[in-house]
């Protein structure tokens, strides 16, 4: 079975801090792999994709993958209140069905 | 990024009934809608893989007869709660990818609350 595993947290850090998300994944077979944030009430809406092993930067934004170590990771940097929310990691294999298997999600508090 | 909607946002409904909730892409077609469930404070929980102009395909533990999927168009794809009873009520979304490439991302639509009495 395929999981995909996160620290539920709440994970907290200071605003303008550098807020750093985790997520694990069992299935060497997973090819492309999400970051999505998820504010209470709302559907989860995209930040950022990755395919490739290493770094990937959008703005504040960086996921870091590592396939050996079935590894993948969100940074946020100069983190702000308005990024406290549930962040959800997801993949999926080299597939035309693309299923996206969730994470349970990390809840991040950026406190002022 | 790509916009997907769905109506009605809210619905309150009585056990027994039956409750419709439509997705739609607005601005892409999408030979592929997926629909997911969400219980508070839960992760998302697929619950179908929906292909235009084909069967649903369910995940494990899901009734296809209670959760009826028609994807009739490259933009539209309904699912329909069956008698619907109390443990049903939960936050259902449904997402669309943009393409049919493995690489092609999924957007969510905006989710549909559903509350059963």
């Known amino acids: 079975q395929k999981e995909v595993e996160q620290n539920s947290g709440p994970l907290s850090v200071p605003e303008g801090a550098i807020a750093s998300l985790n997520c694990t994944y069992s299935?060497?077979?997973?090819?492309?792999f999400f970051w999505y944030r998820q504010y209470s009430g709302k559907s989860p809406e995209l930040i950022m994709f990755?395919?490739?092993?290493g770094d990937k930067e959008d703005g504040r934004f960086t996921a870091q993958l590592n396939k050996a170590s079935q590894y993948v990771s969100l940074l946020i940097r100069d983190s702000q209140p308005s990024d406290s929310a549930t962040y959800l990691c997801?993949?999926?294999?080299?597939?035309?069905?693309?299923?996206?298997?969730f994470g349970g999600g990390t809840r991040l508090m950026v406190k002022p | 990024g790509a916009v997907v909607s769905q109506h009605p946002s809210r619905v309150i409904c009585k056990s027994g009934t039956s409750v419709k909730i439509e997705c739609r892409s607005l601005d892409f077609q999408a030979t592929t809608m997926f629909w997911y469930r969400q219980f508070p404070k839960q992760s998302l929980m697929l619950m179908a893989t929906s292909n235009e102009g084909s069967k649903a395909t369910y995940e494990q533990g899901v009734e296809k007869d209670k959760f009826l999927i028609n994807h009739a168009s490259l933009t539209l794809s309904t699912l329909t709660v069956t008698s619907a009873h109390p443990e049903d009520s939960s936050f259902y979304i449904c997402s669309a990818k943009t393409g049919g490439s493995w690489t092609d991302t999924q957007y969510f639509g905006p989710g549909t609350r559903l509350t059963v009495l």
């Open positions: 990755i395919y490739s092993n």
């Open positions: 299935d060497r077979g997973s090819q492309s």
């Open positions: 997801a993949v999926t294999e080299n597939n035309a069905g693309n299923m996206l298997t």
